[in-house]
Structure formats: structure tokens, C-alpha cells
């Protein structure tokens, strides 16, 4: 704080005849700065302005009164005597700056206390430096010779307290101290601080703080931060105002809202942004034309010019069509359509089960409603099928084979392709007949007496199968020679996974059978697996394949041993060979 003095009683001060820039202040950290200050001053205006103006001399001989010389830089000191009589006392910037370490921060703090007023000035500077400090290039110039100190100190504190509210506390006090005193009584303030002796550390911090403003000017301009600082007349401000825009815009990007025109900028700048980046390629989806899977089965996908279209496009086209594709482009007839229908075949979800009433908690659901596992039996529609399930001869060979006493229904087809399950399907006897997810279970010809008119048996599979290749050989000749040779034998049900189709194997078996003109029928397995459409395409694949076979018997069948779906026709169907049967 200043105060303008004019001496007028003193020898001295008639003689100084000049006004005197005293700087007033009281320690940092004081909240009541401004009126502690105030009433110093009334009462230098109650002793009617007199004040001693004692220029001290080196020797400390209080009596000599000096003239000031303008070239000499001089700073004011007030002293409370407490009669109400202020002594204002004028020190020599020459002695101060005579002192060891006068430009050290722990120099000025002794002087702040020892001194009073005094401390003001360091507080103040101390302020205003923090305001205006940016920590990083507070940081930066901490390296510089011999601030560096002084500025290692001035980091820490800075970064420690650096955020908005710090630089807005710091505004306030700035703003209040020009609010006070005016821009004059500030530039005096510090002229006179300049003045003092042992001040230069003051210059380096306003120069700094200049230096810094710049730089942070040219910084924001050259980032494009903002123009806020462009728009600052006074260099020492510069860093504060700027530092207090770069803040609020930082702050903005975090929690306030960005104005809608800005947004528009921003999205204009990123879509020219993203014109200029090279364009990620789409990701095309190629539809074969030939891939109907996706239609439902109620869709018309019988429709001949659809089915016309495909065999032009193919013919164009000169490209053979893949297995699949060729499946694809199956179109079943309506009556095996509407049978996959009817007997639920195919991959289905249990809702549809229980919206059709089926109890989808029974195993097999679908095989007739409601079963208990206790009075599985005498549910079964079939009379013949409702016997018990005898187990009576196992053959390695054909020299073991039982004698054809009664009339033979075998199960044949790949291993893992469901005939055991089937067989205890059939007959709802679970377990009667062992079955195993590990292909190659069944490792010989299985005889079962279904009551007393009808013997059933589980063939061993061919084809892929945990077992030697010599041992699987053995098999495939058994059955071949079984199904050729075997009197008795009424019907070879050649079981198809419904997914996979038929095999090599099975084509070889069905040659060996037409031969032998042994009559066997398809039983597509294991519907459950794939979708309805698929179940009526694979029949209708099979059926045409067979349209040449003597001895292949039409219908073809379609089972899941899984849900039961079209166990039922499949009973009937062999029901029906032990009844035309003549033994
Ligand atoms: N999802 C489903 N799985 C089935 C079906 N039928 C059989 N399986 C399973 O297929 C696997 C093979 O069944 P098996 O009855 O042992 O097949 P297999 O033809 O007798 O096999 P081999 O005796 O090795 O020739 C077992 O894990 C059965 O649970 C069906 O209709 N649906
Ligand atoms: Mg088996």
C-alpha cells in the first residue's frame, strides 16, 4: 500500500521538500491489510503531518541529515511509535545492497519480519508471481544460473497449488491491490520497489513474469489456444490472463459445454479430417445365389423361375457349383416339406414343442405323449413293439450267426450315426442297447429278440471308427456278408446322418445290396441337428438318388432319437414287415 507524505516540520523534510512514496504494509499473511494501513495513515494526519524524517547514516548518527540525492535510490520505512506519531524513516538503497545475500528469498523474509512493512512488497511479489507463474516454464527457467533456487522452490509450491482456484485467488488479490491504489500509485509502488536496495530480485521476477508472458503469448498463439491473449496491453498481465484462459479453456473440455456453433466446427474439421484418411473398405457380403437357407419353409422357394433362373445363371456362369451349393439349391416337394412339418423334424426350439403339447421334460417328447418312464411300453401304439427287448446273440463272424428263426430288421449305416440309440428308441427301452458318442462301440453283430415275432439287429458301423484298421476291415466284411447272405433278413434300415448325407461307404453298401437284392430303406438320424429346411432337402436329395434302386424302399424316414420326431412312422413301417412276414 502507499502513501504520499509530505514532510513539513522536520529540517529535513524542509529541506527534501519533496513528496515522499512511502510504501506501507504489514506482513503477509494479514487479512486486514487495508485498514491497518488506513488508520497509520490518520494517524500521520493527526500529528498534522509531522514526521521525522530521519536519514540514517552509515555510522547510525541519527542527527545528520542528508541531502537526497536523485541518483540514489531510497525506500521508505515506517515506524509506530505508539504516542501516535509514525516515524517514517528513509533508507539507503546502498546500504541494503551492501548486506550479504540481500537478494535471497530468506533475506527478504528476515527483512519482512524485521523490517514490517517491508514484507509487503515480498508478499506481494511473491503473489503476483504465482499468478502469473506457469509451471512449466517456471520449471524451465529454475535451471537458469543463479535463480535457480529460488525458482526450485517457487516450482513446487506452484504446481502444488496450481489449478483454477489458485488462479483465481491470485486475480483477486491483483485485482485488489489496482483497485486500491490505482494504476499510478501501483506503478509507484513499484518504482519504489525498485528503488530499494537489495530489490533486484523484484526486477527479475517482473522481468520474468514479462519474459513469461510473452512466451506464453506466443505459446497459446502458436496452439491456437485462444485469442484471449492477444487481446492483453500489459505484458505483466499477459501470463496471469493467459494462463486464466488456457484454464477455463481446459476446464471447458472437461465439464462445460461446448457451444453448438464450435461442435459444427469441430464435426466440419473431422469430416474433412476423415476425407483426407483413406476410406476403410465395406465389408461385402456375397450372397450365393444359390444359398437358400434362410428361407423359411413356408417361403416359395419351389418357384420354378426362381429354380429356372439359377440353372441359367449356373449354365452362364460355366462354373461347376460346389457340394454345398448343389445342396443349396435343392427344392423339396411339398410332401416332404409338409411331413418335416407335421412330424416337427428338424432343429426346433422347446417353446415350439410345448406350443404344439408336447412335454418337453420327457425324453423323446415327440415319440407320443404323455410317457412315464414307468409305463413306457404299454403306451407304444405299435402291439409289436411293445415287447420287451432280448439281448440273445452277439457274432464276429458269420459262423456265429444265430439261426434265422424269426424275420430280421438290421440297422446298418457309418459308425456314430445313431442305430443303437435308435434300436432303444424304438423300443423305449433306454439302455437295453449301449451306446457311446466315441464311434466304433459296437464291434459286432447284436441280436435282439423283440417278443416272438420280430428280432432286431445293431449292425457295427463302417467307416471312420476308434479301432484298427484290420479289425474295422473285419466288420465291414461281416456286415457285408450279413446283409448279402443272411436268411431271414426282411429289411436293412441304412441309417444317414441327415447332416453329413450319404458316404462312399454307404453307396458301396447299397451296391452290394442291390445285388443281393436285400431290400433296405433310409432312415435319415438325427434331424434335430440341422434345420427343417435341410431335413426335406437331404430326403429329397437321397430320394433322387435312389429313384434307380430295385431294392431301396420308399418312404425314405426321418428320425431323431434326441426328441422322438417320426419314431413313430418309423414303428409303424417295420411293424408292418413282421405282419406280411410268413415265418
Ligand atoms: N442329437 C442326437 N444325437 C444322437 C441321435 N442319435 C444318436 N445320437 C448320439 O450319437 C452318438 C452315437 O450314437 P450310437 O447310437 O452309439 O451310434 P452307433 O451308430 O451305434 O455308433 P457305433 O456303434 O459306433 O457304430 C451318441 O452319443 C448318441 O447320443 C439323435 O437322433 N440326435
Ligand atoms: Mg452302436
Not at 540525492?69 to 541494503?96: I, L
Not at 479289425?471 to 457285408?480: G, I, R, S, T
Not at 413301417?573 to 405282419?579: H, Y
Request: hydrophobic share 30%; charged share 35%.
Amino acid at each position: 500500500m502507499l502513501v504520499k507524505m509530505s514532510s513539513t516540520n522536520s529540517n529535513a523534510a524542509d529541506k527534501v521538500r519533496r513528496k515522499v512514496k512511502v510504501v506501507l504494509g504489514k506482513s503477509k499473511g494479514s487479512t486486514d491489510g487495508v485498514r491497518t494501513l488506513e488508520s497509520k495513515s490518520s494517524n500521520v494526519d493527526k500529528a498534522h503531518k509531522k514526521v521525522r524524517v530521519a536519514i540514517k547514516k552509515s555510522n547510525g548518527s541519527s542527527d545528520d541529515v542528508r541531502t537526497l540525492e536523485p541518483k540514489e535510490k531510497w525506500s521508505t520505512k515506517v515506524q509506530s511509535r505508539g504516542d501516535g506519531n509514525d516515524a517514517v524513516s528513509y533508507v539507503s538503497a546502498n546500504e541494503k545492497s551492501s548486506k550479504p545475500h540481500s537478494r535471497g528469498r530468506r533475506d527478504l523474509k528476515t527483512r519482512s519480519r524485521n523490517e514490517g512493512f517491508e514484507g509487503r512488497f515480498e508478499g506481494n511479489n511473491r503473489k503476483r508471481k504465482r499468478i502469473s507463474a506457469d509451471p512449466g516454464m517456471v520449471r524451465d527457467q529454475a535451471l537458469e544460473g543463479h535463480m535457480e533456487k529460488l525458482d526450485k522452490k517457487s516450482t513446487s509450491k506452484v504446481q502444488k497449488n496450481f489449478g483454477r482456484s489458485y488462479l483465481d485467488k491470485g486475480k483477486k488479490v491483483f485485482e485488489g491491490k489496482a483497485r486500491e491504489f490505482g494504476d499510478s500509485r501501483k506503478n509507484t509502488s513499484l518504482r519504489a520497489s525498485r528503488n530499494r536496495s537489495g530489490n533486484d530480485l523484484l526486477d527479475k521476477k517482473n522481468w520474468r513474469g514479462r519474459k513469461d508472458g510473452a512466451y506464453k503469448l506466443n505459446h497459446v498463439k502458436e496452439n491456437g489456444i485462444g485469442n484471449g491473449a492477444s487481446k492483453t496491453s500489459d505484458n505483466r498481465k499477459a501470463p496471469w490472463a493467459t494462463k486464466r484462459h488456457v484454464n477455463q479453456r481446459n476446464s471447458a473440455v472437461g465439464s462445460v459445454e461446448i457451444p453448438r456453433r464450435k461442435k459444427d466446427q469441430a464435426k466440419k474439421q473431422l469430416s474433412t479430417d476423415s476425407e483426407d484418411k483413406p476410406k476403410k473398405s465395406k465389408r461385402v457380403i456375397r450372397i450365393d445365389p444359390h444359398d437358400i437357407s434362410n428361407k423359411r419353409l413356408d417361403d416359395d422357394i419351389s418357384n420354378s423361375g426362381n429354380s429356372q433362373m439359377k440353372k441359367d445363371l449356373e449354365e452362364n456362369s460355366g462354373v461347376e457349383m460346389s457340394k454345398n451349393a448343389q445342396f443349396r439349391a435343392i427344392r423339396p416337394s411339398s410332401s416332404i416339406l409338409s411331413f418335416v412339418e407335421d412330424n416337427l423334424l428338424g432343429r426346433r426350439r422347446d417353446i415350439d414343442f410345448r406350443r404344439a403339447g408336447y412335454n418337453t421334460e420327457l425324453s423323446a417328447p415327440l415319440d407320443n405323449i404323455p410317457f412315464s418312464t414307468s409305463s413306457e411300453r404299454e403306451r407304444v401304439e405299435v402291439p409289436a413293439f411293445r415287447n420287451k427287448l432280448e439281448f440273445f446273440a452277439a457274432a464276429k463272424v458269420s459262423s456265429s450267426f444265430p439261426s434265422p428263426d424269426l424275420p430280421e430288421i438290421a440297422f446298418a449305416g457309418r459308425s456314430n450315426v445313431g442305430k443303437s440309440s435308435l434300436l432303444n428308441s424304438l423300443t423305449r427301452q433306454w439302455g437295453v442297447v449301449r451306446t457311446s458318442d466315441k464311434p466304433g462301440l459296437t464291434q459286432s453283430i447284436n441280436f435282439f429278440k423283440l417278443g416272438s415275432k420280430l428280432s432286431l439287429v445293431d449292425l457295427p458301423g463302417y467307416g471312420f471308427a476308434y479301432a484298427k484298421e484290420e479289425v474295422k476291415e473285419a466288420w465291414e466284411e461281416l456286415v457285408k456278408e450279413y446283409v448279402t447272405t443272411r436268411v431271414g433278413l426282411k429289411r436293412v434300415c441304412l441309417l444317414v446322418d441327415t447332416k453329413w448325407g450319404m458316404k462312399p461307404g454307404d453307396h458301396e453298401l447299397i451296391d452290394l445290396m442291390e445285388r443281393s437284392e436285400t431290400k433296405y430303406q433310409i432312415v435319415l438320424t438325427k434331424t434335430d441337428l440341422v434345420f427343417p429346411i435341410d431335413v426335406a432337402r437331404r430326403a429329397m436329395q437321397i430320394e433322387e438318388n435312389l429313384k434307380a434302386k430295385k431294392s431301396a424302399v420308399q418312404p425314405l424316414m426321418m428320425v431323431s432319437s434326441k426328441t422322438g420326431a417320426g419314431i413313430r412312422s418309423l414303428r409303424t413301417v417295420l411293424s408292418n414287415i413282421g405282419r406280411f412276414v410268413r415265418l
